[in-house]
């Protein structure tokens, strides 16, 4: 194979990762479906590498399939997980801490931390319909070539997922808003001010907290804004050399929790009509890599 050849083909990484990393929620997995994508790629001789004529959508096609399998998968896998399960956060740009600049996220609406915890909630063959289709603008008989149906079929699956996605998700508020809000709450959370967080939170408010069994964290949602409120104040008088950063969390405002220089909390913060409506603590140090430098 020619450099050039080589430089296109490793070109597609990116577009690899986003739409592995949008299907599965986890960066370590779609790293590794993308690795999978490529040594596929490369088990096959130039000849056959040659009749392909279009590599980056076999590439995409590839990995898609390969996707589809471990969503499969990964449903009993999370039955054993310890706890809640969140997808993995990740940070702006310039704010990873390790890996490939090749990998990423582009940070749009399809990775807020809200519309990945959609994506968890639908069937496989849905995700993936609707993912290809409404996020990377592929055409259905394409969709149906890659997910097994019709395209009729995975019209309807999008069409589902899209219902799912408008039930869920409230009118957002412009950002400005949601960033004084954000603000707000670290200062009432630094302050240690019950009654401030309460008015800041949302009275169904919901935190969930994810440690994965490595670390301790909240086995089960914390729901309401005074348990919540009073459980932040809690943690802040345990951890007296805890610092809470602002920082953009999968493209929205959210909070980065130290303690003694080491992140140790990403927080990925959910606001509708003025309030803080979901927390997704993630605390398990192996969904922190980019937030760490740690491999």
Same mark, same amino acid.
């Given at each position: 194979?020619?450099?050039?050849?080589?430089?296109?083909?490793?070109?597609?990484?990116?577009?690899?990762?986003?739409? +592995?990393?949008?299907?599965? $929620?986890? =960066?370590?997995?779609?790293?590794?479906?993308?690795?999978?994508?490529?040594?596929?790629?490369?088990?096959?001789?130039?000849?056959?590498?040659?009749? @392909? +004529?279009?590599?980056?959508?076999?590439?995409?096609?590839?990995?898609?399939?390969?996707?589809?399998?471990?969503?499969?998968?990964?449903?009993?896998?999370?039955? /054993?997980?310890?706890?809640?399960? @969140?997808?993995?956060?990740?940070?702006?740009?310039?704010?990873?801490?390790?890996?490939?600049?090749?990998?990423?996220?582009?940070?749009?609406?399809?990775?807020?931390? +809200?519309?990945?915890?959609?994506?968890?909630?639908?069937?496989?063959?849905?995700?993936?319909?609707?993912?290809?289709?409404?996020?990377?603008?592929?055409?259905?008989?394409?969709?149906?070539?890659?997910? $097994? /149906?019709?395209?009729?079929?995975?019209?309807?699956?999008?069409?589902?997922?899209?219902?799912?996605?408008?039930?869920?998700?409230?009118?957002?508020?412009?950002?400005?808003? /949601?960033?004084? @809000?954000?603000?707000?709450?670290?200062?009432?959370?630094?302050?240690?001010?019950?009654?401030?967080?309460?008015?800041?939170?949302?009275?169904?408010?919901?935190? @969930?907290?994810?440690?994965?069994?490595?670390?301790?964290?909240? =086995?089960?949602?914390?729901?309401?804004?005074?348990?919540?409120?009073?459980?932040?104040?809690?943690?802040?008088?345990?951890?007296?050399?805890?610092?809470?950063?602002?920082?953009?969390?999968?493209?929205?405002?959210?909070?980065?929790?130290?303690?003694?220089?080491?992140?140790?909390?990403?927080?990925?913060?959910?606001?509708?009509? $003025? /309030?803080?409506?979901?927390?997704?603590?993630?605390?398990?140090?192996?969904? =922190?890599?980019?937030?760490?430098?740690?491999?």
């Amino acid at each position: 194979m020619t450099d050039p050849d080589l430089s296109a083909i490793m070109s597609e990484r990116r577009q690899l990762i986003n739409l +592995a990393y949008r299907l599965l $929620g986890s =960066l370590a997995d779609a790293e590794d479906v993308v690795q999978e994508t490529y040594a596929r790629w490369y088990a096959m001789s130039p000849d056959q590498q040659d009749a @392909i +004529a279009s590599p980056g959508a076999w590439l995409m096609k590839v990995a898609s399939r390969i996707c589809l399998d471990q969503l499969g998968s990964a449903r009993a896998r999370r039955e /054993r997980y310890v706890g809640e399960w @969140i997808p993995e956060p990740v940070p702006e740009p310039t704010e990873w801490r390790t890996g490939d600049p090749a990998d990423r996220i582009t940070l749009d609406e399809s990775v807020t931390m +809200a519309f990945l915890v959609v994506l968890e909630s639908m069937t496989p063959a849905e995700r993936v319909a609707f993912v290809l289709h409404d996020v990377f603008g592929y055409p259905f008989p394409e969709v149906a070539e890659i997910v $097994g /149906r019709t395209a009729a079929a995975c019209r309807q699956l999008a069409s589902s997922a899209r219902r799912r996605i408008r039930s869920t998700q409230a009118a957002a508020p412009p950002a400005a808003e /949601r960033s004084g @809000i954000v603000r707000d709450f670290k200062q009432a959370w630094e302050a240690k001010d019950i009654h401030a967080l309460m008015g800041l939170l949302d009275p169904d408010a919901t935190v @969930i907290g994810d440690g994965g069994g490595l670390v301790s964290a909240e =086995l089960r949602p914390v729901e309401g804004s005074e348990r919540i409120a009073r459980t932040l104040v809690d943690i802040a008088g345990l951890a007296p050399g805890m610092t809470i950063l602002e920082r953009t969390v999968n493209g929205q405002p959210g909070l980065v929790v130290q303690h003694d220089g080491s992140t140790v909390t990403v927080m990925a913060i959910d606001v509708a009509g $003025g /309030r803080i409506r979901n927390i997704w603590a993630v605390r398990n140090p192996e969904k =922190l890599r980019p937030w760490t430098g740690e491999s």
